[in-house]
């Protein structure tokens, strides 16, 4: 099984949220986790941005730990850059206009993933609006 990861599972396990557990049996028994290279921007962001907001509770080496924590994570996933082809699937696909613009990004690249991986990709993510446009696009949902 080919997974399709989108931040809100990564933030999971660096978090340590009350799915953890889920999040951490779908990754080990992934065979392959792809995504768009902005996951990495994006839980970068929510990292230093919980940070920001909590740095008087947290440790001044917690955000450090993290963001290497994260760097792990992502050595383990392939990455798709967003091209022209990834904006024209954006452009042309009107259900998109469903969710949030960085999740019709990432479904956008799911969708040329699919090109590739075809049935055995799946979509992981425990955003409920970000799943019912995957849904209406046919996929395969975890949540």
Same mark, same amino acid.
């Given at each position: 099984m080919?997974?399709?990861?989108?931040?809100?599972? %990564?933030?999971?396990?660096?978090?340590? *949220?009350?799915? !953890?557990?889920?999040?951490?049996?779908?990754?080990?028994?992934?065979?392959?986790r792809?995504?768009? %290279?902005?996951? +990495?921007?994006?839980?970068?962001?929510?990292i230093?941005?919980y940070?920001?907001?909590?740095?008087?509770?947290? @440790?001044? @080496?917690?955000?450090?730990?993290k =963001? *290497? +924590?994260?760097?792990? =994570?992502? *050595?383990?996933?392939?990455?798709?850059?967003?091209?022209s082809? @990834?904006?024209s699937?954006?452009a042309n696909?009107?259900?998109?206009?469903?969710?949030?613009?960085?999740d019709a990004i990432? !479904?956008? @690249?799911?969708?040329?993933f699919q090109k590739?991986?075809?049935?055995? !990709?799946?979509?992981?993510?425990?955003?409920?609006d970000?799943?019912?446009?995957?849904?209406?696009?046919?996929?395969?949902t !975890?949540?």
């Amino acid at each position: 099984m080919t997974v399709y990861l989108d931040p809100s599972v %990564i933030l999971s396990i660096i978090f340590r *949220e009350p799915n !953890l557990d889920k999040s951490i049996e779908i990754w080990k028994s992934s065979e392959m986790r792809v995504s768009s %290279i902005l996951l +990495e921007a994006e839980c970068k962001i929510s990292i230093k941005r919980y940070y920001f907001h909590n740095k008087k509770k947290l @440790t001044s @080496t917690w955000k450090n730990k993290k =963001l *290497e +924590e994260l760097d792990k =994570l992502l *050595e383990e996933i392939h990455f798709k850059n967003i091209d022209s082809s @990834t904006i024209s699937i954006v452009a042309n696909q009107d259900i998109l206009s469903g969710c949030r613009t960085l999740d019709a990004i990432h !479904l956008a @690249t799911a969708m040329e993933f699919q090109k590739e991986f075809g049935d055995s !990709l799946v979509i992981f993510s425990y955003d409920k609006d970000f799943n019912k446009v995957a849904k209406q696009l046919k996929f395969k949902t !975890l949540s």
